[in-house]
């Protein structure tokens, strides 16, 4: 029985030979430049996927969340780092979890690191967040008075243990000129490397983006990368250059329920409670929530003329259709959408079915 | 014990007065010009909430997939409407609920019409769903072809019982002029009432949008009115003036991570997989994704000066703060974020949690 027997609704897939070859491309060049690669597991945010990236010699991830860092203890990680600057009303949870399972936080102000010494019962690693321009969040690059605050009160603790400084250049996704701000978190973390090493000789430094780390081939002396997005990828990764649509591994199989040939147009079930609402819009102002492939028994092709989905409600998705998907299309069939934002819609879907028709965990909840 | 106390990560709060204070007022409204309420469901996909509404003399309610109507059958509604395009795919299921709970469907094609005709085993009624100028879905108005088609393919099968025409006027949302709306709205479900109720002497006329509902005194001769939003309200209602942000009856508690007193920017755990990304942009272009409201004991207040998420990824919220705000707030704390589209919001985060501390169903996945 195909996997696409099993579908009456807007159903996530996954494409597992598709999704290992993102993993091993990205492990690959990790290793062909010496870093190690610490995926930021909030895109695939499931245990199964993160038993494929072992068999990749992936043996650290990262978490947007406590919730997601619980969802992901007990598998075997030799340490899940929660890259969200920590949250003190968590405390006891992050307490609890740090019992039986190597963790570590981000910190970006003395206040909560305060809180943390004085609430700590078991051993934690801290990173500390930098901003060189992103501007979204972290200790400002030149804030030294502030990184030495972190460091001196997490100095009063035996629990709290420093490992290092994370960047996350998120401007990346807007701004033309990546290599120009990989040079800059480059320079940032040496800088502090530098600066700090003397004092703390096994201090590591992290940078992790989809964009960067996919185009970039000088990581400089920077130790760990910490990309996400790369396991699926997604169609704003195609259009910012990352990857082809071809390294898309997931995409939204959708109903047809109606057809309107005279306005080129088709109804589907699948909308911004399946996709998310993230969007692509081009030079003409036209937007795009999701692009149009076949499915088929062995997962799904890219037609040559693009058909997209031109707008979307809660439920509701309309597709701008290309005369040839007009031509073959039935109410009752299902069309395969690649999302604009993968880790968006697979958060709201919380489940995947693969190509032989298992379904794939992902954490629930938020 | 606060509810307060209760939460460490973002949670959605409901204010359960001024929730039913919203239903009532509709109530009120449908009953002083004598229609029926018929409230979607699509907004607060909650059973115990649905027991509120109860109290207020509603019997009916709308779904907008068939796994909510399935989440809500069984809970003594009189009849649930499954108020999208029906998909064929599902039609087993429809079989299934259809067992035990009395349920209608929304036809807008023959072909679906003859595959219900062709697979249906237990009575379900339908409304066909009439376009008469938003372009999204439906018959459009001039189109009696293929109501007729519909009609006539239909009549084949005992199982499949015409109840009416459902018309969702969604550009309400973004027309100004709502009373221009209102009245073609009116007129179409008049003319169709007109043409075919000689045939069908208890067909029923449903209209229903939050936006519409709210201003309009005039329903003319429409049987049934079907808005969904105005159980929670939202900012977006506000800004279209269907409601005060005083009639907004859920909030996103978020905790604060950091505060950057120098850029007026506080950093909280809440983004984009809690609210959904739904935006409001004003003339100047800014933009807004949510507006903080102070958490105490009893629920929250507005602040006289304004406080907003001025941008959010997937995690992440940055407000742009008031002095005010500034003044008081430290990390560690909560505070309360006014959704842009509690529709989507109440999605994301499929929990409510009331201000007497206790945990309120949402229908969950998709």
Not at 32 to 51: C, D, F, M, Y
Request: proline fraction near 4%; hydrophobic fraction near 35%; glycine fraction near 8%.
């Amino acid at each position: 029985m195909s996997y696409l027997d099993q579908i009456t609704s807007p159903t996530l897939l996954i494409n597992e030979p598709i999704t290992r070859a993102n993993i091993k491309r990205m492990a690959d060049k990790a290793q062909r430049h010496g870093k190690k690669l610490v995926p930021h597991w909030k895109t695939a945010q499931s245990r199964e996927i993160g038993n494929w990236a072992k068999e990749y010699g992936i043996r650290e991830v990262t978490a947007s969340s406590i919730k997601m860092a619980e969802y992901l203890c007990g598998q075997g990680w030799d340490n899940i780092h929660i890259a969200f600057p920590f949250n003190p009303l968590e405390t006891p949870k992050l307490n609890r979890l740090a019992v039986s399972q190597s963790l570590s936080v981000q910190l970006v102000n003395p206040v909560t690191t305060q809180k943390l010494v004085d609430g700590l019962s078991n051993p934690v690693g801290f990173f500390i967040e930098i901003d060189a321009g992103y501007g979204r969040t972290g200790v400002h690059i030149s804030d030294f008075g502030t990184i030495e605050k972190i460091l001196r009160i997490a100095a009063q603790s035996d629990k709290l243990r420093f490992k290092g400084f994370y960047l996350h250049p998120g401007h990346t996704y807007y701004t033309p000129d990546k290599a120009g701000i990989y040079e800059q978190s480059r320079q940032a973390l040496h800088m502090l490397k530098m600066k700090y090493q003397s004092e703390f000789p096994n201090l590591v430094t992290r940078v992790g983006d989809t964009p960067g780390c996919s185009v970039t081939e000088d990581f400089g002396d920077v130790d760990e990368i910490g990309p996400g997005n790369f396991v699926f990828f997604d169609l704003m990764q195609a259009e910012l250059g990352s990857c082809t649509k071809a390294d898309i591994s997931v995409c939204l199989a959708v109903p047809v329920v109606d057809i309107n040939r005279e306005r080129k147009e088709i109804l589907v079930h699948g909308g911004g409670v399946h996709l998310a609402k993230d969007v692509l819009v081009d030079s003409e102002g036209n937007k795009n929530f999701g692009e149009v492939v076949f499915l088929d028994e062995s997962g799904w092709t890219i037609p040559f003329d693009r058909s997209y989905l031109k707008s979307i409600s809660q439920e509701h998705g309309i597709i701008r259709a290309s005369d040839s998907l007009l031509e073959r299309v039935k109410v009752g069939d299902l069309l395969g959408i690649l999302p604009i934002h993968s880790c968006m819609t697979a958060d709201c879907m919380a489940e995947y079915l693969s190509l032989d028709g298992k379904k794939i965990d992902h954490c629930e909840g938020q």
